[in-house]
T-cell receptor, first 107, second 123 residues
Framework: EIVLTQSPGTLSLSPGERATLSCRASQSLSSSHLAWYQQKPGQPPRLLIY???SRATGIPDRFSGSGSGTDFTLTISRLEPEDFAVYYC????????FGQGTKMEIK | QVQLVQSAAEVKKPGASVNVSCKAS????????INWVRQAPGQGLEWVGW????????NYAQKFQGRVTMSTDTTTSTAYMELRTLRSDDTAVYYC????????????????WGQGTVISVSS
């Protein structure tokens, strides 16, 4: 099983700031098979990024993904109030697994 | 638009079984696999398994093999997940999620999600 480790566990930032979230895989992911999701309380997750760097339909361009191999990053260029949520990475190189999540909170 | 509508919340006793349904609309049901993902209270996401409605092929997470069965009814565009021998740590919200890749041979990532079904296991 591929283990994904996200850091930090909690990120405290203010609206307008830049956010950088990390996801590290226990083994190299071929073809950058990594996705990112946003989840707000009481809602299902929302797909943000797939293929490590491709934005899903309707996702604002302030969200960007990068990385390859074992190290991946989700960047939110300027935080909007609605961006404060929990973020998960997910690999689909083999049986899907998720990271434990990063909670983005308002500072 | 793509919609996945799940069955209502259930309360079960340890050792019982539960069957959760997921009715799809807004697309050709047979073209995209359905995944099941669960989330225990206050916890992260856990993939349970995948079923391809086109050919009935399934792929279960090792943790659930022997205890879970996924199926589909293509006449009603509905996917089902049965989980047996329930334990208290099966208490969670169970989501169905449509796989992004059409006619895929394996699970990918999840573009559309159901609203979730709360399953509570308690004596």
């Amino acid at each position: 099983e591929i283990v994904l480790t996200q850091s930090p566990g909690t990120l405290s930032l203010s609206p307008g700031e830049r956010a950088t979230l990390s996801c590290r895989a226990s083994q190299s992911l071929s073809s950058s098979h990594l996705a990112w999701y946003q989840q707000k309380p009481g809602q299902p997750p929302r797909l943000l990024i797939y293929g490590a760097s491709s934005r899903a339909t309707g996702i604002p361009d302030r969200f960007s993904g990068s990385g390859s191999g074992t190290d991946f990053t989700l960047t939110i260029s300027r935080l909007e109030p609605e961006d404060f949520a929990v973020y998960y990475c997910q690999q689909y190189d083999n049986s899907p697994t998720f990271g434990q999540g990063t909670k983005m909170e308002i500072k | 638009q793509v919609q996945l509508v799940q069955s209502a919340a259930e309360v079960k006793k340890p050792g019982a079984s539960v069957n959760v349904s997921c009715k799809a609309s807004g697309y050709t049901f047979r073209r995209n696999a359905i995944n099941w993902v669960r989330q225990a209270p206050g916890q992260g996401l856990e993939w349970v398994g995948w079923i391809n409605p086109y050919n009935g092929k399934t792929n279960y997470a090792q943790k659930f093999q022997g205890r879970v069965t996924m199926s589909t009814d293509t006449t009603t565009s509905t996917a089902y997940m049965e989980l047996r021998t329930l334990r208290s740590d099966d208490t969670a919200v169970y989501y169905c999620a449509r796989d992004w890749h059409p006619l895929s041979a394996k699970p990918y990532f999840f573009e559309h999600w159901g609203q979730g079904t709360v399953i509570s296991v308690s004596s």
